[in-house]
């Protein structure tokens, strides 16, 4: 069963797969927020949700670890 978030900590007390990005590690790619969950629409299988927290960090959660990994390894 499939539970529909609202926030990425309470995903994680859930067991979703954390991954957070920095404004630093945003630079390294010119990318936006916005732009990282459009990638994550076309390019996850599970489920994620993503929150913007005061201008500079990015956090995703994920139901599969895969996504999370693939997630990291494009954007690290």
């Known amino acids: 069963m499939t539970t529909n978030f609202r926030s990425v900590t309470r995903a994680q007390r859930s067991g979703w797969h954390v991954i957070e990005m920095g404004i630093d590690d945003r630079n390294k790619h010119p990318v936006s927020h916005f732009g990282l969950c459009i990638w994550a629409d076309r390019n ?14 990015s956090r995703f ?3 599969r670890v895969e996504d999370a990994m693939f997630f990291k390894l494009k954007w690290s």
Request: hydrophobic fraction near 30%; charge should be negative.
């Open 44 to 57: 996850t299988m599970g489920n994620y949700i993503s929150n913007y927290y005061q201008g500079y960090l």
């Open 61 to 63: 959660a994920f139901e």
